[in-house]
């Protein structure tokens, strides 16, 4: 299982980011997938998920109504649109394989893209 990020940079607040995860090893039409992120001297936290069983998706409450989570399954990728981003998302941000649309069921990760967001 290989899973690449891309799309992280440099912004200033109320800008807008979208990253990208090309996922490679696995059927991506029979599992969730997710983005987490990692601040520095936090703990990583699930940002988004998305089941591409049934196509149900869940967002963390700091990112609801900023972030959209989508996916090409025919490229086996996944996406997350990032609007009006505030400095506090900071973090590097991590693609995740999941058992099921549940942050607790992570098996696989990417290497991380950092997304700063300057005030």
């Known amino acids: 299982v290989q899973l690449v990020e891309s799309g992280g940079g440099l912004v200033q607040a109320g800008g807008s980011l979208s990253l990208s995860c090309v996922a490679s090893g696995f059927t991506f039409d029979d599992y969730a997938m997710g983005w987490f992120r990692q601040a520095p001297g936090k703990e990583r936290e699930g940002v988004s998920c998305l089941s591409s069983v049934d196509g149900s998706t869940d967002y963390a409450d700091s990112v609801k109504g900023r972030f959209t989570i989508s996916s090409n399954n025919a490229k086996n990728t996944l996406y997350l649109q990032m609007n009006n981003l505030k400095p506090d998302d900071t973090a590097v941000y991590y693609c995740?394989?999941?058992?099921?649309?549940?942050?607790?069921?992570?098996?696989?990760w990417g290497l991380g893209t950092q997304v700063t967001v300057s005030s």
């Open positions: 995740a394989h999941l058992v099921r649309c549940d942050y607790r069921t992570a098996t696989y």
